[in-house]
């Protein structure tokens, strides 16, 4: 599961450019709903 979030992270952190703030912010409390044990 750690190494699932690292490359997801990574691949997040190289898109950040494209993606506009709100999406951006939205996106990450998803990921860290679905991740939250």
Known sequence: ???IRTVDSERL???VGR???ST???A???LQ???TP
Request: proline share 6%; net charge neutral.
């Open 1 to 3: 599961m750690d190494q």
């Open 13 to 15: 952190v190289k898109r």
């Open 19 to 21: 993606i506009a703030p």
């Open 24 to 26: 951006l912010t939205a």
């Open 28 to 30: 990450l409390a998803v």
């Open 33 to 35: 709903e679905m991740f």
